[in-house]
Structures are given as C-alpha cells and as structure tokens.
C-alpha cells in the first residue's frame, strides 16, 4: 500500500453519507468504515468465491450505489480485487497483508493453555499442544496431570506423523493428496510394537479419526502410553497442530477414551475458532 493509499484511507473512516444518499437505510446509517468493513468481512466469508455489486448490496442492505462507490475504494486500495471478466470481487493483497499480519500475531500456546489447563482440571491427564512442521510435528506446550503417576513429553523433539494420536491426528486432517504424498515419501517405521506400519491400515485409521474426529493411541509411539487427539486448524483452514490428553495406557480403557476424545474435539475447536477458523470446510474423504 502507497503512502498516498495510506493518506486516502480517510476516505473511509469519515462520517455517513449526505441524507440524500439513497442507501440511507439502518444499515446505511453506519459509518463509512463500518461499511467497509463489513463488505470485506462479507468477502472473508464467502472466499475464495467472488460476489458481485448486486449481491454484496443485498447482503448487507445497502443500495448498489453505496455498495459500488465502497467496492471501487476498496479495490482503489488494493483491499479488494475486481474481475472484468466475471464482475466479481474478491479480497486482494492488501487484505491479504492485514490477514497474515495478524497471524503472525498470534500466540497460539498463550490461546491453547487456558483450554489444556482446563481439559487437565476435567480429566486429571497431561494435556499437551502439538505444532506441525512439515512432515513431523513437535511438542509446544503442556500442563501436567497432578496424579503422582503420569505421562509426560519432551517439549522441541520432533516425531514422524504416522506414530500417535497426535501425529495422527494432523495427518487425518491432511488433504488426500497430502497423506498420499507423506506415504510416498516417508517409510512407516515402527517406534514401538504398537506402531501403524502399513499404509492400507493407516489409511483405514485415518478415515475412522476423520469421521470421529479425534485420533487414539495404545502404545503407538511411547510404550505403557495412552492417548488422544484432535487437530488445531488455522483460519485459512492450514492444519496447526494438535491438542492431545494423555496418560498410562491402563487409565485409557474405550469408554475412557470415547469421552477423553470428545474431550479433546470440543477443546481443539475453540482453539481452531480463536485462530479465525470458520468450520465450513470439508476434508477429502480417503
């Protein structure tokens, strides 16, 4: 964005139109930024798909007048883009700068440690925040179970996505093309006894933690431990990480784990909307 961009944004922070403006309904009556606003929120919601003046102006209530003059200053101001072809308006790089500018912001384990501390104060297992790093993912976070006996994990060590509940967890909300492509190039090595070797079995699995939507595991990845997990996604719909609860595999009997794993969904998707997070996507089925 120009400084002389930057100089115009006054254009839509000043008052409402004149009395006369034709738009001058409920919704016409706020603010000029407000406005703006709530045409790019309007866009945000729909992406990636374009709408047209007509269909903005009848979402938000506004006359296509008041509609088009805001459309053309945002698009001035590199907000929104316009197709010539299609007519349509879709969010354009200065959204895309905000966007990222805030995520850059977030401190997901400050977002995440309330939830895990209070899945810890419901279960009385360790709760621990995962964090993906391409193929494997890493330990960012836990709070401990107050039980003398418990499990606990090393913070910064990395592990391959095909061994426990929480590697599991952040496979299965892959895409297909993803996993496949993770299968390709990575051998399913055993960590213990219990580990997932064959890529028809893990394939099967996934498709059970994408229709439940948690990930278990019995040993999978640290003998004598049982867990589960469910997967942090970001609000471009990017898989974060996971959240997981854990503890002696004698504590995490199906009825348990059932519930641990409700748990751990409920927890992982107040997390997934703290990030911007809108839960209308569908993952591929395997």
Same mark, same amino acid.
């Given at each position: ?16 139109d ?57 698009v ?11 007519? $349509? ?20 384990p ?10 810890v ?29 418990r499990?606990? &994990? ?21 895409s297909?093309?993803e ?11 055993? &960590?213990? $006894? ?24 019995? $040993? ?15 609000a ?27 748990? &751990? ?17 569908? &993952?591929?089925?395997?």
């Open positions: 964005m120009t400084g002389k961009d930057r100089g115009d944004m006054h254009v839509l922070s000043t008052g409402g004149p009395p006369q403006d034709p738009g001058a309904t409920d919704a016409g009556s706020r603010s000029g930024l407000a406005r703006a606003l709530a045409v790019i929120g309007t866009l945000s919601e729909r992406a990636p798909e374009a709408m047209g003046v007509s269909a903005i102006s009848r979402e938000l209530g506004l006359s296509k007048t008041v509609a088009h003059r805001i459309l053309k200053e945002l001035a101001l590199d907000f929104l883009a316009f197709d010539e072809v299609t007519k $349509g308006y879709r969010l354009g790089t200065g959204a895309l700068q905000v966007g990222m500018a805030a995520l850059r912001g977030l401190d997901v400050r977002i995440a440690r309330p939830h895990l501390q209070r899945l104060q419901e279960t009385g297992e360790t709760a621990t925040l995962s964090a993906r790093q391409g193929a494997a993912r890493v330990y960012i976070d836990q709070v401990l179970s107050p039980h003398e006996i499990m606990s &994990v090393a913070l910064g060590t990395a592990h391959a996505l095909h061994a426990g509940s929480s590697s599991k967890a952040i496979l299965a909300a892959l297909d093309t996993v496949e492509e993770y299968l390709e190039a990575h051998a399913l090595a055993a &960590v213990t $006894g219990n580990t997932i070797t064959s890529a028809d079995a893990l394939r099967a699995d996934l498709r059970a933690i994408r229709e439940c939507g948690y990930a278990a595991s019995r $040993g999978e990845r640290q003998h004598g431990a049982g867990s589960v997990a469910a997967a942090v996604l970001l471009d719909g990017g898989v974060f990480g996971a959240v997981s609860l854990c503890g002696p595999v004698d504590r995490f009997g199906p009825d348990v784990a059932a519930d641990y794993g409700t748990r &751990v969904v409920a927890a992982a998707h107040k997390i997934s909307l703290e990030l911007g997070w809108q839960p209308d996507g569908v &993952v591929d089925a395997l």
